[in-house]
């Protein structure tokens, strides 16, 4: 855990990415060698993250986008192991957490790229249909971000504030039209 608190975001994003960048070029036995060891600890980097960090170091835009990329770098690293879906989930699922407590912690502009990635992921889950075969790789899917939306009070923490900068609202008009499109979307959800 000590070994943990070493590792900044910026930090791993500079180790990885190289990596990431050419997997086609490593071996399955290379992956899974050097870097089956490194997914737990990188897990737990993510779920850990303080406050502080994410303020300092969770852009989610543009070159300083860190989380993002140690996760795309990650999966393409993961993609190549065999059995590896639930690490892709974990992932995931990390990457949603970071991107939820961003939308609580932040300013304006941090609300807004925290709007932007799940308007990001909003677009992917619905322009790519889950594969229908046992080795799909991408665990999330519109149903699945419909329920995350509901559990974690998306609405509920971005309908508080805000809603008088029309960039914000069409961000979040996005969201709404998502969960409407879902059928996922009840009144209980706008009366907060």
């Not at 000590?2 to 990415?17: D, F, Q, V």
């Not at 170091?57 to 996760?71: H, V």
């Not at 046992?134 to 009070?153: C, G, P, Q, R, Y």
Request: negative net charge.
């Amino acid at each position: 855990m000590e070994t943990n608190k070493l590792l900044s975001l910026p930090l791993i994003h500079m180790l990885l990415r190289p990596f990431g960048l050419c997997h086609e070029f490593l071996t399955q036995n290379t992956i899974d060698k050097y870097f089956q060891p490194l997914w737990e600890p990188l897990i737990d980097v993510l779920n850990n993250l303080s406050d502080e960090d994410l303020k300092r170091d969770a852009k989610l835009e543009g070159k300083n986008d860190f989380i993002n990329s140690i996760i795309k770098s990650s999966r393409l690293l993961i993609g190549r192991s065999v059995g590896a879906e639930n690490l892709i989930k974990e992932l995931e699922m990390c990457r949603l957490k970071v991107i939820l407590r961003v939308l609580q912690i932040s300013s304006f502009n941090g609300k807004m790229n925290a709007l932007n990635e799940i308007n990001k992921v909003l677009s992917y889950v619905c322009y790519y249909p889950p594969k229908q075969s046992d080795d799909d790789l991408d665990s999330l899917t519109a149903e699945k971000m419909a329920n995350w939306i509901k559990e974690t009070d998306v609405l509920g923490i971005v309908l508080k504030d805000s809603l008088h900068q029309p960039q914000y609202v069409e961000k979040l008009e996005k969201i709404l039209r998502f969960l409407i499109k879902e059928k996922a979307l009840t009144l209980d959800d706008l009366a907060n």
